[in-house]
């Protein structure tokens, strides 16, 4: 059980790992309309460069805290890489992306304006799975990929 445990969820931020991630997406049967959310940290090189990696380790957990307090109630959130994470949102129903994108707007403000350092920036893409154009659920996760580094480079070169 312990064995099991450890290896489906990250140590260090508790979300589901890489693993249980593509575990899901071999064994379950992707809705039309299923969502994912991908996010990436900004700047955390930068971070683990000047500051050291525990302040990088400490990025990634709050990182992961904000969006497990956006998402987690209506999805399973995944840390499948270094500094990426998504979201994957079956039974929309009640869902407003919208809405969940402006909190996690705020959530990172008001992180940055309670801490110093480091500042966090998630950018994020997103997409619904549609059964005729996605050969399967990785093609959708692909598309969100895009939209989330034209955010990344939008909000690097915004100056944020």
């Given at each position: 059980?312990?064995?099991?445990?450890?290896g489906?969820?990250?140590?260090?931020t508790?979300?589901?790992?890489r693993?249980?991630?593509?575990?899901?997406?071999?064994?379950?049967?992707q809705?039309d309309?299923t969502?994912?959310?991908?996010?990436?940290?900004?700047?955390l090189?930068?971070?683990?460069?000047?500051m050291?990696h525990?302040m990088?380790d400490?990025y990634?957990?709050?990182?992961?805290?904000?969006?497990s307090r956006v998402?987690?109630?209506h999805g399973?959130?995944?840390?499948?890489?270094?500094?990426e994470?998504?979201?994957?949102i079956?039974?929309?129903?009640?869902f407003?992306?919208?809405?969940r994108?402006?909190e996690l707007e705020l959530e990172?403000?008001e992180?940055?304006?309670s801490h110093?350092i480091?500042?966090?920036q998630i950018?994020?893409?997103f997409?619904?799975?549609?059964?005729?154009?996605d050969m399967?659920?990785?093609?959708?996760?692909?598309?969100?990929?895009?939209k989330?580094?034209?955010?990344?480079?939008a909000?690097k070169?915004g100056g944020?």
């Amino acid at each position: 059980m312990k064995t099991d445990i450890i290896g489906r969820f990250g140590v260090l931020t508790g979300l589901y790992n890489r693993n249980s991630y593509d575990e899901w997406v071999k064994e379950k049967q992707q809705a039309d309309g299923t969502l994912i959310v991908t996010f990436d940290l900004n700047n955390l090189k930068h971070c683990n460069d000047t500051m050291g990696h525990a302040m990088g380790d400490s990025y990634i957990k709050n990182a992961a805290e904000i969006i497990s307090r956006v998402f987690g109630s209506h999805g399973r959130c995944y840390r499948i890489g270094g500094d990426e994470f998504c979201t994957v949102i079956q039974n929309r129903g009640g869902f407003d992306l919208e809405e969940r994108l402006k909190e996690l707007e705020l959530e990172q403000q008001e992180f940055n304006q309670s801490h110093t350092i480091p500042k966090i920036q998630i950018a994020y893409g997103f997409a619904g799975f549609d059964a005729e154009k996605d050969m399967d659920f990785e093609a959708a996760r692909s598309r969100a990929g895009v939209k989330m580094y034209e955010k990344k480079r939008a909000l690097k070169g915004g100056g944020r």
